[in-house]
């Protein structure tokens, strides 16, 4: 079985501070690991998504995640954090091989002030 | 080329009636899924189909809701005899044939239960 915990339910920080939103999965088999992010009434847009290769994943907007298999996490930063960042965000895992279910963790509720 | 589309985007149903969910994938894609999302909560699963099949079901209430993916034309979930708790975002998403593939999400169903 499957799980992703998201630490913490709300972030906030200052317009140019660094963002960092964490997540830690739970596979027993090598995961591909997913940010999605949610703006409110719409649907979710893929950030960046990990399969195999490199750790280090750039993804749109600015956003990277780094896969760390000994720690089980895959936490989601950027460097300079801009007003329209303000959103939900959402890491899923699913499993390796063909098209599959994504388990979802409860998301984080970033602001962003100014 | 057009997204996953999403109707209707809000719906509003009594109690014992039934709540029709159309989804049609993007362009070339074969998979189709299905998630619901409660107020303050993340994505859950419900089922994944292809053409014609259904893949998995196991996020699917036992009873009351049925999903298909005709040959021809858009996916349907399909609730009978709402309730109160039947209310929430629905959201489906589609991908192409093939391994690493992400799911392309559409805007959302939201249903209301009066």
């Known amino acids: 079985a499957q799980s992703v915990t998201q630490l913490g339910s709300h972030v906030s920080v200052s317009e140019g501070a660094l963002v960092l939103l964490r997540c830690n999965y739970s596979s027993s088999v090598p995961p591909y690991l997913f940010w999605y992010v949610q703006y409110p009434n719409q649907g979710l847009q893929l950030l960046l998504k990990y399969t195999t290769g490199a750790t280090l994943v750039k993804g749109i907007n600015g956003f990277e995640a780094e896969f760390k298999k000994s720690e089980t996490s895959f936490h989601l930063t950027k460097p300079s954090a801009h007003m329209s960042d303000a959103a939900e965000y959402f890491c899923a895992v699913s499993h390796t091989g063909t098209a599959s279910k994504l388990t979802f963790g409860t998301g984080t509720r970033l602001q962003v002030t100014l | ?114």
Request: hydrophobic letters at 30%; one cysteine or more.
């Open chain 2, 1 to 114: 080329n057009a997204g996953v589309m999403q109707n209707p985007r809000h719906l509003v149903r009594r109690r014992g009636q039934e709540a029709r969910l159309r989804c049609s994938p993007m362009k070339g894609h074969s998979h189709v899924y299905w998630y619901r999302q409660l107020p303050e909560e993340g994505l859950k699963f419900m089922v994944y189909l292809q053409k014609e099949n259904i893949i998995d079901e196991s996020g699917m209430p036992k009873e009351r809701f049925s999903a298909e993916f005709p040959k021809e034309g858009p996916s349907i979930l399909r609730i009978q005899q709402v309730v109160r708790g039947d209310s929430a975002a629905y959201f489906c998403a589609s991908s192409p044939e093939g391994r690493n593939q992400p799911q392309h999400f559409g805007d959302g169903t939201r249903l209301s239960i009066l």
